[in-house]
């Protein structure tokens, strides 16, 4: 099978990236004002630097989460992840890692997310060919998540 034959399994996973003054409670605050809207908080990745702080976030209801961003001023870019399901991370990740490298995808970033509804752990990729690496993927035997998926 062709692996650029995409079959569309859902909306992909939307990632966003927040930028946070880098003081005590910014995050927290941004997880309060999701919340306050019934949007809960799935994957979480935090980078600082001295003057400012991006949360790369994935919530429960992106759409939502974005509208708030946009009324509230609130800085952001978004993007879509690979999520896929890990049965053990050990054995999975090395062959998850493998089979990318394999079809010469690069990750740009990755990040665990928190246990989803069935257990399961889940990795979330940021990859530079996202449908390549969906089609890869899911051809290799990967249980891939989409919003649908992982919205509670």
Do not use: W
Not at 85 to 112: H, K, W
């Amino acid at each position: 099978m062709d692996p650029t034959n995409v079959i569309d399994h859902g909306e992909p996973v939307r990632q966003f990236s927040v930028l946070l003054p880098n003081r005590v409670g910014a995050l927290a605050a941004l997880v309060k004002l999701l919340r306050i809207s019934n949007i809960e908080v799935i994957g979480l990745s935090v980078q600082d630097s001295r003057d400012a702080t991006v949360a790369r976030i994935v919530v429960s209801d992106p759409d939502a989460a974005e509208s708030i961003f946009m009324e509230k001023g609130i800085p952001h870019t978004n993007c879509e992840l690979v999520v896929i399901a890990m049965r053990e991370s050990g054995p999975s990740l090395l062959q998850c890692l493998d089979i990318l490298m394999v079809a010469e995808t690069n990750i740009d970033f990755a990040y665990a997310l928190m246990p989803g509804p069935s257990g399961h752990s889940m990795l979330a990729m940021h990859v530079e060919d996202y449908e390549f690496a969906v089609s890869v993927l899911h051809n290799s035997g990967f249980k891939l998540l989409y919003q649908a998926d992982i919205s509670r």
